[in-house]
């Protein structure tokens, strides 16, 4: 094992993109009063963010491998960098949204670029240690990401927010152009040809597919909470800063689920049981937030175990998704991305057409569950 990157700000890398989004949703009145839009308008960039996201994963990681890990990082951050600068200076709506396309295609570095050098770093006994730090900053993101929107936008404006995200641009520009050092530069660019067939050879991977549907399964668990249940808040008369309230419970279910997920690896637990158990527990959870909805708040009990489950299980899929194609980790990495990204967007939206929390949690942690059933039935069947 090499380590030649700073842990802590590879993590906080990781972090941005998932804070970079959760902080704007609380302007998003403000956004929609200033342009004089519809409230359907208003959400459609969180939409088109993922979309841009998708793609920005897909692009970054074929150039980790064409121009290097660090080239890569700093470009991208040079392109969120813009987007956020001239969200800020935004006229009209059809402006912020393409602002906020290039933002989001800029830091889908933070994810994929930050993946592939700690896959060149740690070797297979040390990774899924590392991914168990990266899984807390995964699941507290969007909690400091709502705190610090919710703030800004009741003091600065969603002007605030954007001048925020791009100072925190310069920051990382600054901190990865000192900090970070190449861990694999090739040189050679993937033909379209050959983009093709590793795609095709992914898409027949079982445990490809597998870690596709649960990473997709836990982020829409995850977001649903953030989209649906400040509306059940609402209905049971509670004020939005008891919503605010309620990411400490659960940072603090990620931050149990965090030291669990250490302990049980430290103990010889091997990763692909730890993602078997979480994601059974997960669906349990789901059940009891299905029963409590109607029952007051009390479903914030099941999701504290649904957040605990997350940050054990999603470290140990990242950590292990693509042991087997490490000589083109960062193409590889690209399509895994930008298939669980498209994957976790149209989750979103069949949640949001749902606007229902509980059946949502069901039905997501069963496609989790039935991801885990039918890849077993494939390898009885080979």
């Known amino acids: 094992m090499k380590k030649t990157n700073p842990?802590?700000?590879?993590?906080?890398?990781?972090?941005?993109?998932?804070?970079?989004?959760?902080?704007?949703?609380?302007?998003?009145?403000?956004?929609?009063?200033?342009?004089?839009?519809k409230e359907e308008s208003a959400t459609f960039t969180i939409s088109l963010y993922f979309i841009a996201f998708a793609i920005g994963v897909a692009f970054w990681g074929v150039q980790c491998d064409r121009i290097g890990r660090k080239k890569s990082l700093e470009y991208g951050l040079i392109t969120y960098g813009i987007g956020t600068l001239a969200a800020v200076f935004a006229s009209d709506f059809i402006f912020l949204l393409a602002a906020r396309i290039i933002s989001a295609f800029g830091i889908?570095?933070?994810?994929?670029?930050?993946?592939?050098?700690?896959?060149?770093?740690?070797?297979?006994?040390?990774i899924s240690k590392v991914f168990s730090w990266i899984g807390i900053g995964l699941s507290i993101s969007p909690v400091i990401g709502m705190i610090t929107g919710s703030l800004l936008a009741s003091s600065t404006g969603y002007q605030g927010v954007f001048v925020t995200l791009h100072l925190l641009a310069i920051l990382f520009f600054i901190l990865s152009l000192k900090r970070?050092?190449?861990?694999?530069?090739?040189?050679?660019?993937?033909?379209?040809?050959?983009?093709?067939?590793l795609l095709k050879q992914m898409v027949k991977d079982r445990d490809i597919i597998r870690s596709c549907i649960l990473i997709m399964s836990f982020n829409v668990l995850l977001f649903s909470y953030y989209s649906l249940a400040p509306f059940i808040f609402k209905e049971q008369h509670y004020s939005p800063r008891a919503?605010?309230?309620?990411?400490?419970?659960?940072?603090?279910g990620t931050f149990a689920g965090a030291q669990l997920n250490r302990f049980l690896l430290s103990k010889n637990l091997l990763p692909h049981t730890l993602v078997k158990t979480g994601t059974l527990g997960s669906f349990i959870a789901s059940l009891f937030v299905w029963l409590l909805t109607g029952?007051?708040?009390?479903?914030?009990?099941?999701?504290?175990?649904?957040?605990?489950?997350?940050?054990?299980?999603?470290?140990?899929?990242?950590?292990?998704a693509l042991i087997r194609y490490k000589n083109k980790t960062g193409s590889a990495g690209a399509l895994l991305g930008l298939m669980y990204y498209l994957l976790i967007g149209a989750g979103l939206v069949i949640t949001g057409c749902i606007q229902n929390l509980g059946f949502s949690c069901i039905l997501f942690s069963g496609a989790g569950i039935s991801a885990l059933l039918l890849c077993k039935q494939k390898e009885k069947t080979v």
């Open 7 to 37: 842990l802590w700000l590879l993590t906080l890398l990781v972090m941005l993109p998932q804070f970079v989004e959760t902080i704007y949703s609380p302007v998003l009145p403000g956004v929609q009063e200033r342009f004089n839009i």
């Open 108 to 126: 889908a570095v933070g994810s994929i670029v930050t993946q592939t050098i700690l896959r060149d770093t740690y070797d297979k006994e040390h």
């Open 180 to 197: 970070i050092s190449e861990t694999h530069y090739s040189g050679k660019e993937a033909g379209f040809a050959t983009l093709f067939n």
């Open 243 to 252: 919503f605010g309230y309620s990411s400490i419970i659960l940072a603090l």
């Open 295 to 320: 029952y007051g708040i009390y479903f914030l009990i099941p999701y504290f175990f649904i957040v605990m489950a997350f940050s054990i299980v999603i470290p140990n899929i990242l950590s292990t």
